[in-house]
């Protein structure tokens, strides 16, 4: 059985993040959406994992679970055999590449497999996302509608 984990913050996860995890979902037996914890973020680790799973909620071979420390690590303790990431653009890759390497050098026995975005989603990134909502724009079009209720609701007392 081939096991896929999709590691990242999802600071929210967004239709971007959405995209990459259905289209492994078609390639991989099992993918494990795998939510970094963060001190940092604009939604709790909790949050963050429970907007993801409502977001894959339909997809079967699909499971989201929180981790700290190393992807490798995480990876190796749930059985994954590939470690799924997105590439939007050139810079991406550039991040991505440096990042898989190191990867092969801790745990060469995992492989890093590369999906390019939908172009449709080539624009989106949490970050932006994050700040269009804090100004009070729209984003509903951007992230699944479990997130842009959350989304609302963070930033309800600003506007």
Not at 91 to 96: A, G, L, Q
Not at 103 to 131: C, Q, W, Y
């Amino acid at each position: 059985m081939t096991v896929a984990m999709y590691p990242g913050r999802f600071d929210p996860a967004t239709n971007g993040h959405l995209d990459i995890v259905t289209r492994a979902a078609a390639v991989f037996d099992q993918v494990i959406v795998a939510v970094a914890a963060s001190s940092s973020s604009l939604f709790t680790t909790e949050e963050r994992t429970d907007l993801f799973r409502e977001a894959v909620k339909h997809l079967d071979n699909v499971s989201v679970i929180t981790f700290s420390g190393l992807t490798v690590d995480a990876a190796r303790a749930h059985g994954a055999n590939a470690l799924v990431r997105g590439l939007r653009a050139v810079t991406d890759f550039h991040v991505e590449f440096d990042m898989a390497l190191m990867n092969r050098k801790m745990a060469g026995d995992i492989e890093s497999v590369f999906m390019m975005t939908a172009a449709e989603h080539l624009f989106i990134s949490a970050t932006r996302i994050r700040e269009l909502a804090g100004f009070g724009r729209d984003v509903k079009d951007l992230v699944p509608l479990a997130v842009n209720e959350a989304l609302l609701k963070k930033f309800a007392d600003r506007h």
